[in-house]
C-alpha cells in the first residue's frame, strides 16, 4: 500500500505543502510501524560486559579476538600431537567468561604460535557416564569459565575456575615452555587499551 502511494503521488504534480504533508504522514506511519513491532514482538534482553546476557561470541565482541572460536584443534588431537594445550571452557552469556575473555586473547600474543589455544563451549560437552582423559568432559567441574594449561607431555599444570590472572596463566605457560620464572625475566606492566582490555607492555 505505501509502495503504491509513494508511486501513484510521485506521478501527479503536487503543492510542496501537499508533499510536505505526505512526507510527514509516510513519516509517522513508519515511525508508528516500528515502535508497534519493537513494542508488540518479543521482548529483547540488552546485553553487556556485566551482565548474563547472551549478544554473541565473547571472544569477538569483548576480547577483540574472533579467531579463537571455533578451536583449530581439538583436545585430544592437541594432546596426540604434543602441543602445549591451553583449554577455556566458557559459555557466551556469563559475565565472568565475558571479562576473562580478554585475559586469554592477551595469552595468544606471546604464545599462540606455540600453543594450541582451545575454548571449548560448555553445553558442547557431551553428558556421559564416564570420559577418556583426552576429553574436556573428563576436567569440567561444571563452573565456567574453567583454565586448562597441559605440557606436551599431556601432564595437567593447570586447572582453575574461575577468572584467573593472565600472570596464573602465564606462570603456567613458561613452565610447559621451561621458560625463566617471572622474577628472572623483564617485568611487565598492565597498560589499559579500552573499558574491556589491557595489555602487558615492559616498564
Not at 18 to 32: D, K, M
Not at 48 to 65: E, K, V, W
Not at 80 to 106: A, M, R
Request: contains cysteine.
Amino acid at each position: 500500500m505505501l509502495r503504491w502511494l509513494i508511486a501513484h503521488f510521485s506521478t501527479h504534480r503536487l503543492s510542496s505543502e501537499v508533499r510536505h504533508r505526505l512526507g510527514q504522514a509516510i513519516g509517522l506511519v513508519c515511525a508508528a510501524l516500528v515502535l508497534w513491532l519493537g513494542l508488540g514482538g518479543q521482548p529483547t534482553a540488552l546485553a553487556g560486559l556485566t551482565d548474563d546476557n547472551y549478544d554473541g561470541n565473547i571472544f569477538a565482541l569483548y576480547a577483540g579476538n574472533g579467531s579463537l572460536v571455533p578451536p583449530k584443534v581439538s583436545l585430544e588431537q592437541s594432546l596426540k600431537y604434543g602441543k602445549v594445550s591451553l583449554v577455556v571452557i566458557y559459555v557466551d552469556d556469563s559475565s565472568d567468561c565475558k571479562k576473562f575473555s580478554s585475559v586469554i586473547s592477551q595469552l595468544q600474543a606471546p604464545y599462540g604460535r606455540v600453543a594450541n589455544f582451545i575454548p571449548i563451549m560448555a553445553d558442547s560437552i557431551p553428558v556421559k557416564d564416564a570420559y577418556a582423559p583426552n576429553e574436556p568432559g573428563y576436567y569440567f567441574k561444571n563452573a565456567v569459565p574453567q583454565t586448562l594449561v597441559f605440557d606436551t607431555e599431556g601432564k595437567l599444570l593447570l586447572n582453575e575456575t574461575g577468572i584467573v590472572a593472565y600472570e596464573a596463566i602465564d606462570d603456567a605457560m613458561r613452565e610447559a615452555f621451561d621458560l625463566l620464572p617471572r622474577s628472572e625475566s623483564e617485568e611487565l606492566r598492565r597498560r589499559p587499551i579500552n573499558e574491556v582490555n589491557t595489555e602487558l607492555v615492559p616498564q
